[in-house]
């Protein structure tokens, strides 16, 4: 261990570029002969496309071409797929309609492409963009859940009648009905989680280059995830197979799941190029992003919980209706079933548990994966229930969640999940010392005779990360397996460079990564890189989302680590003449345990490339690879306490403290670690107060700027107050768990339960906007 | 067409551009410098922020013939050489960027805060006046602390001066 | 964005000259409005005439009963201005709370009551304190000059070139701004101008624009304290209705705020 090895708080090694502006975002690609792509979209939430009249656009200066959706589909490429298959309860597959990369005949949500205009310049692109005419048959919409699985709704795919895409059930249906027979007390709760846009701040770009005479694509794009996203094109989109096919995803401007996804524009672009023969560029502008990139949560809930004469928890019946927008989007199906109802149990002991989800169609913009993805909309709805249980039960809320917690571990839950380790006690205690939670009456006191309400809310969550287990998942539904690969190359002179399938997009991975060679190695992180974002590069990986790249894709850096020290080893043991086994590694050197006798890094290096005196049957070169497969998920778990006020008169609320102690396990970098957390409470926050992504009953957007959307600001938000409790993961060998979702899972619910307690109120749905929380205090 | 004359981060530069180009456009694709850039359509996320005159502006608000025989600095030209300027070492001291997309903006804008506050910032302040810069990730706790670390840093650096 | 012709003028005169010559032309001052909407391709002038490099355009005079700004003045410069803050300084309140520090370096007063958005900030001052529009054809005063949303009493052509406000015995801004845009879900501004009257002007919050409301006037008429308005009742009639605030919640926000905005005042 070094000043730069595990736990050491070291600065980024990849900030200097983009303070500087010298990042490189894939807009700040520039080809020659380079074309810009400007899509027509849909004005209409539904229509029949009954032609695209071209003539006049191509007729202007710098137009090259005018393409559709009919030519993409005559072209064979694929219709967008969805990756994990979901069996209803009656043991039929889930119905997925066609969503082909620009619609040839039927548009279903706004915002969805029927043409492209390629140009010599992005504003030709637009201007041209204005002369293509579009006949469009305007069909009946429908937006949100409640009214799609009415009788006679509009419907949106002839696969899905009814616009039901899957009924799906998980957990023991009698088990829960003998539980609340036998209660002494029952809570119900309805909860809506509101729709939000991700807005990472790099709107999405792709270029796409086409090479005629090598018959090979090279596309430039906003990607978590560049490997998954050749798999892909090539297999299910056709574009090219995957050695004709290199993607890159350079610098990328945050993700927080949407830029999993392969998107039509992805698909588009590629094909265009080919078409045209010249590379074609397309960067979407933000009111692209909100009707474009795929949004998240959108669940309505009903929830009972049983309880009995004790407050234990005895069961726990949910029922959920999901909106998957008018496309089931890549992890789509994936995201209210196994990760969401598989949370469902908690922090707490539940001994039974049935969750019902229905998936819906609506004319609106495709629901997939957002930071947390399934675990902030379980995570809600489990501790609104606790405190909506505590407030009837008249107990404090914290007591009641400490009755229920979970404290044995291993433990099973009803609902798959096998919690490893965790210690729930620890952190909520560190929460409420940290807030001064035993203080708090007479603060509300205080502020109640300042005409001011103040408010309390607690929220307990746990999160599965680390995904994923791919034998698991495989048997699950998955499509693909969550393993993450890692080569390390010990170059002649000993520098060293890491080959992730990890892709940082914010992350710190270059710091963080490097900070594990240090450790191993003690070499300073300066003789590290990291080498990520290129499929030419890397030979496969499955990207960066569900909180993976520490838990999987650093533990199989750690993996082909171990293999180069063993090698290592060896060679230095020849070079000194030692037993391999009396070989230690310290401070860059390798030495003979108990003498002075010593072999630097580089001289084992060089000894590996010159190759002169190896010992016998060794193969010159110091590299190695390794593939990791966790055995499970890893289970991350923390109390988030918030202390707020709201002005009676205008329903604005003020934060006076925001608390938050996590369980991580392992931290590798607590600097950065802390960033995400921060990062995540400001999401969690946002969801609770702010976003909403909002369409009128026509299924046109209400939020397509952030005129209407609020992003959070910095005055929106507090400086956090954050604590770290520890239980190594006993899954993986660093006893890491994960931490880049947490804070967006935790926080919503700690928000509104401080809301509700401050008002005095227990039924407000988010975002507790001014104007909800001013109707809410003052309904009779 | 119009021909443009400004100077940029101390060099005088002269481009055509169409009448309808904005500023950052012209920085842009023009002059290369990406490190300026575009995260909204509404002149509210900052990230394109820039320096007109000593000003912090937002280069996607401003058409570039606005800007004709102006002195722009964007964010290639805030270090001194190797130097960097305090808010930039600020900022990477204490975490305050994720996926570096809005930091130049929110460099560019914080050293005007703490040019017109001088050391008269609060945590309150910052946070009040960051109000046209929009970051996604850092949840602005890292970026506030940075911008307080900073304006100690500049008036030190001013004191020396 | 359209293609365009840009101008950049050197005097009024020469200014109107210009815009007399283009088809669809329009004058840009801070462009903190104007251009926005033309990236979005809501508007397509043929020209744009820059107002705000003219110097006769560009200051803050305070002298004896009267606070003029310059049209082309920036809400930074009014926000800060010494002046300003002594002679009125409800006024560079109301401007340092406009946009975001790097709009108020260039939005400008002309600017805003050219286009009289309904929820920008100026024409609550400008109503409420009777100010006088200045431009380079007469003097509109400031009760004749909002017509409603996006509408003026200015003629095609016309330059407004100072705001002149009489300089009241107390005045106050307060403002609840709009959670995503920041510009005012309601603001309202009181006036106790020095022949008596008191003036209370919203913004932000009505169907037709910027208005006064009698009912909050006559009674801080009566009584100038935040309490006097307790009992008055503001109908919800008229009110913009959206996401971000229903009629009735801009209602309330109209009472509340003219309760801060006094309070402000002192």
């Known amino acids: 261990m070094g000043v730069e090895g595990i736990g050491a708080s070291v600065v980024r090694k990849e900030d200097k570029r983009f303070i500087t502006g010298k990042g490189r975002y894939v807009d700040d690609v520039k080809l020659p002969g380079m074309t810009y792509a400007h899509f027509i979209r849909s004005p209409h939430a539904h229509a ?43 043991g039929s597959p889930m119905k997925m309609g066609a969503w082909p990369a620009m619609a040839p005949e039927t548009v279903r949500f706004v915002g969805q492409a029927v043409a492209v205009v390629i140009a010599e310049s992005k504003n030709l692109a637009r201007d041209a963009a204005e002369a293509v005419v579009v006949d469009y048959e305007e069909l009946p919409a429908v937006a949100n859940v409640t009214e799609a699985i009415k009788a006679g709704a509009p419907q949106l795919h002839p696969e899905a009648p009814g616009n039901q895409i899957y009924d799906w059930v998980i957990g023991d249906e009698n088990a829960v009905n003998d539980a609340f027979s036998k209660a002494a007390n029952v809570v119900k709760l309805d909860v809506t989680n509101n729709r939000l846009a991700p807005n990472p701040m790099e709107p999405r770009s792709a270029v796409a280059d086409y090479n005629e005479a090598e018959e090979h694509f090279t596309l430039y794009t906003t990607s978590q995830n560049p490997h998954v996203a050749r798999l892909v094109l090539s297999a299910f989109y056709n574009i090219a197979p995957e050695h004709k096919l290199r993607v890159i995803a350079p610098d990328v401007g945050g993700g927080f799941g949407s830029k999993i996804y392969i998107y039509p524009e992805e698909m588009v672009a590629l094909w265009a190029s080919k078409k045209v023969g010249r590379p074609v560029k397309w960067t979407g502008d933000r009111t692209e992003a909100f009707l474009t990139d795929a949004h998240g949560r959108d669940h309505v809930t009903h929830a009972e919980m049983a309880f009995d004469a004790n407050n234990k928890i005895l069961g726990f019946r949910v029922k959920t209706y999901a909106n998957f927008g008018a496309y089931m989007s890549l992890f789509s199906s994936a995201v209210p079933t196994y990760l969401y109802a598989t949370l469902l149990s908690g922090q707490y002991d539940v001994p039974a548990i049935h969750a019902e989800v229905i998936a819906v169609y609506t004319n609106t913009t495709p629901v997939d994966a957002y930071r947390g993805a399934g675990r902030p909309e379980a995570s809600y709805l489990i501790e609104r229930m606790m405190e909506t249980a505590a407030r009837q039960l008249k107990v404090d809320p914290a007591a009641l969640r400490k009755t229920n917690f979970i404290t044995q571990f291993p433990h099973q839950t009803p609902v798959i999940m096998a919690y490893d380790i965790g210690d729930f006690n620890a952190s909520l205690d560190a929460a409420m010392k940290a807030i001064d939670y035993a203080g708090f009456a007479g603060r509300k006191a205080q502020a109640k005779a300042q005409g001011k309400l103040r408010g309390i809310g607690v929220s307990c969550y746990i999160e599965a990360c680390g995904i994923a287990p791919s034998k698991a998942v495989g048997s699950l539904g998955a499509g693909v397996g969550l393993w993450e690969s890692a080569e390390v190359r010990v170059n002649p002179v000993g520098t060293i460079e890491v080959l992730t399938g990890s892709h940082s997009h914010g992350q710190g991975h270059e710091t963080v990564f490097a900070q594990l060679i240090s450790d191993r190695l003690g070499i300073p992180i300066s003789q590290v890189s990291i080498v990520h974002g290129d499929t030419d590069k890397v030979q496969f990986g499955m990207g960066t989302y569900g909180s993976r790249s520490a838990a999987v894709g650093l533990t199989a850096i750690l993996k082909a680590v171990e293999k180069v020290e063993s090698k290592a080893k060896k060679i230095a043991a020849h070079a000194l003449e030692a037993s391999e086994a009396d070989i230690v590694i310290e401070n860059g050197e390798f030495k003979v345990t108990g003498t002075d006798k010593a072999i630097a890094l580089p001289m084992v290096a060089l000894a590996a490339y010159t190759a002169h005196n190896l010992p016998d049957g060794m193969e010159p070169g110091l590299k190695e690879s390794a593939f990791y497969d966790p055995s499970n998920f890893t289970f991350p778990a923390g109390a988030y306490i918030c202390e707020l006020e709201v002005d009676p008169g205008t329903g604005k609320t003020s934060f006076v403290n925001f608390v938050a102690a996590d369980d991580f396990g392992r931290l590798i970098n607590p600097m950065i670690v802390e960033g995400q957390v921060h990062g995540g409470l400001a999401q969690g926050i946002g969801q609770a107060l702010l976003e909403h992504a909002v369409y009128d009953a026509n299924g046109q957007p209400i939020t397509a700027s952030f005129m209407d959307y609020t992003m959070p600001r910095a005055d929106d938000l507090p400086s956090f107050k954050l604590s770290h409790t520890t239980t190594l993961c006993p899954g993986n060998p660093l006893g890491i768990k994960g931490c880049g979702e947490a804070g967006a899972i935790g926080a919503s619910a700690a928000v509104i339960n401080a809301i509700t307690d401050a008002i005095g109120k227990n039924n407000l749905e988010m975002p507790a906007t001014p104007d909800r929380v001013w109707r809410t205090i003052h309904a009779a | 067409m119009s021909t443009v004359k400004l100077t940029v981060n101390g060099k005088a530069v002269s481009v055509d551009v169409e009448d309808r180009t904005l500023l950052v456009h012209l920085l842009r694709d023009h002059l290369n410098l990406t490190g300026t850039h575009v995260g909204c359509d509404t002149s509210q996320c900052g990230a394109c922020v820039v320096h007109i005159d000593g000003r912090a502006v937002k280069s996607c608000t401003i058409l570039a013939g606005q800007a004709d025989g102006a002195s722009v600095t964007t964010i290639e030209g805030l270090a001194k050489g190797d130097e960097l300027h305090p808010m930039q070492a600020a900022f990477r001291d204490n975490h305050g960027l994720q996926c570096g997309y809005c930091t130049p903006g929110m460099i560019m804008s914080a050293v005007d805060i703490v040019q017109r506050h001088g050391g008269q910032l609060d945590e309150a302040t910052v946070r009040h006046e960051l109000e046209g810069n929009i970051c996604r990730c850092t949840g602005y706790h890292n970026i506030v602390k940075a911008v307080l670390d900073a304006a100690g840093r500049m008036k030190v650096a001013q004191a020396a001066e | 964005m359209y293609q365009t012709t840009y101008h950049r003028a050197s005097s009024v005169d020469e200014a109107a000259a210009l815009f007399a010559k283009g088809s669809e032309a329009k004058y840009l001052s801070g462009g903190q409005t104007l251009l926005p909407v033309m990236k979005q391709r809501l508007a397509s002038p043929s020209d744009v005439i820059d107002l705000a490099k003219i110097k006769e355009l560009i200051g803050i005079d305070a002298s004896g009963d009267t606070l003029t700004i310059k049209a082309a003045t920036p809400h930074y410069d009014v926000a800060t201005s010494d002046a300003a803050k002594k002679a009125i300084p409800a006024v560079a309140y109301l401007a340092s709370l406009i946009g975001d520090p790097a709009v108020r370096y260039r939005g400008t007063i002309g600017g805003s009551l050219a286009n009289n958005d309904p929820a920008a900030d100026y024409p609550a001052a400008t109503l409420a304190l009777g100010a006088t529009i200045k431009t380079n054809k007469r003097s509109i005063a400031a009760d004749d000059y909002f017509k409603g949303l996006f509408a003026t009493a200015l003629e095609d052509g016309e330059i407004i070139t100072a705001v002149s406000f009489p300089v009241p015995v107390k005045a106050g801004y307060a403002k609840f701004p709009h959670p995503a845009s920041r510009f ?83």
């Open chain 1, 48 to 90: 029949k496309v009954k032609g695209i009249d071209a003539s006049a656009a191509l007729k202007l200066p710098g137009v090259v071409a005018v393409l559709n959706g009919k030519q993409i589909v005559d072209d064979k490429v694929g219709n967008l797929i969805c990756g994990w298959a979901i069996t209803s309860k009656d």
């Open chain 3, 184 to 266: 005012a879900l309601t603001g309202v501004f009181v006036a106790q101008t020095k022949a008596g009257d008191v003036r209370v002007a919203v913004t932000g919050a009505s169907q037709s624009g910027v208005m006064r409301v009698a009912a909050i006037e006559a009674a801080l008429k009566a009584n100038w304290a935040a309490s006097a308005i307790d009992s008055v009742s503001i109908p919800s009639s008229g009110l913009l209705s959206d996401l971000h605030g229903s009629a009735d919640y801009r209602a309330n926000l109209i009472k509340v705020m003219a309760q801060r905005a006094v309070t402000a005042a002192g």
